[in-house]
C-alpha cells in the first residue's frame, strides 16, 4: 500500500492531497426547444379560449333550455326573481301555469308565465284586496337603456323599476311582429353607441315553430340581457332586463 502524501504536498495532477475531489461536470438536461414551447403556449391560449367561449355560452344554453319546457318561462323566471315578496307553487313548466302569493299574508292567485312577464297579475293581501304585481314606470328607466320601439301606443311596459343602494335595477317588455333579425340588429346598433367597451354573448334557437332569442351586453357598471320569445307568424315578446351599478 502506498503512504499518503504529506498534507500540502502538491500531487501531479494539481491537486492538493487532503482536497475533497473536483465536482463532475453538470450534466445538461434535454428540455424543450423553444419551438415546442410556443406550440404549448398556442395550445394553452386555445384551451383558455374554448373554456371562455363555454362560460360565456352558459348563459344562453339556460335560456334555450328552458325554452323547451315553454318559451315565457325563462322571461318569467326573471321577473319573479325581482319579486322576492311574492312565492310561487303548483307550477306546470309544460303548460306555463302556477299558482302566486304574497309571502306576507293574503289569498293565492292563477296566473301564467305570458301574464307575469306583461304585468297581469293581481294578488289578494290579507285584507282580501287584489294588489296590481310586477309594473314599473317607465318614466324612470335610465336614457341609456335601449329601448324596442313597440308598434302601438300602451305597446311597451315596465314590470320592474327598482333604485337600490347599491345598483338601479329593471325589466321592461315588448310585443314586435318583427323576427329575430331584426331585434338582434336593433340591439347590437343601439349597445354600439349607447355602451362603451362592450362586452356580449348571444344565440338564439328555433324549436317545433318557436323562436327564442338571448344576448347579454356588459360596458362598466351597466349589464343589459335581452330575451325575446314567440311562435312563428305570432308577435314576439322582448324582455330587457339592465342594472346599472353605483
Known sequence: ???PLPRGHVRKDGMDSMSPPPFPPPVRKKGLSPLAWAGIGCGGLTILGIAL???LGAKVFTWAKSFTDHPAKAAA????AAYPSVEKSNESKESGTLSLRLKSGGGSTDTSYDDIVHGRVEIPDASGTPQRVFQGDLTKVPSWVPRYPAPTTGGEI?????DLPDRIHGIIVADTPDG????????EEEADKLLSSRATTSGSADINGNRTYHASYS???????IHAYGPKG???TI????????
Open 180 to 187: 329575430t333579425e331584426a331585434i338582434k340588429k336593433f340591439f
Open 77 to 80: 323566471g326573471e321577473v319573479l
Open 158 to 162: 315596465s314590470v320592474l323599476h327598482q
Open 239 to 246: 324582455v330587457t332586463t339592465y342594472t346599472e351599478m353605483k
Open 234 to 236: 305570432s308577435p314576439m
Open 219 to 225: 360596458s362598466g357598471k351597466r349589464k343589459l340581457e
Open 53 to 55: 367561449a363555454a362560460i
Open 1 to 3: 500500500m502506498l503512504a
